[in-house]
């Protein structure tokens, strides 16, 4: 699900908080739930819903590059920043 970015001028029954949001009129939640990282996040491999992906050649994924599951989708992170470069996508798409 992608959200496209509202104008605030084009709110009409957004509650005045929810107006004001990116993306307009989603609450914090429910947008952070849909699109919880982006390019540029840094992630921390202590939580224990970001795990690093082992032998990714085994999967199709560059194995010179570093990934991480995190929640249910995978994505490439520079291994000295841990910055996330590259979204590559469900879980189950990639992984099985």
């Known amino acids: 699900m992608v959200f496209k970015a ?3 001028g084009n709110t009409r029954g957004c509650p005045p908080g929810l107006a004001k949001k990116s ?3 989603v609450p914090p939640g429910l947008a952070k ?3 919880p990282y982006v390019i ?3 992630i921390d491999p202590g939580y224990s819903d970001v795990i ?3 032998q990714p050649g085994l999967y199709g994924l560059d194995p010179r590059a570093v990934y991480y599951r995190v929640d249910d989708r995978v994505v490439q ?3 000295q920043t841990m910055k996330i470069v590259r979204l590559i996508g469900a879980v189950a798409d990639v992984l099985n």
Do not use: E, I, T
Request: hydrophobic share 35%.
């Open 6 to 8: 509202a104008s605030h």
């Open 23 to 25: 993306p307009a009129c």
């Open 33 to 35: 739930k849909v699109m």
């Open 40 to 42: 540029g996040d840094r």
């Open 52 to 54: 690093r992906v082992r």
């Open 77 to 79: 992170v520079d291994s």
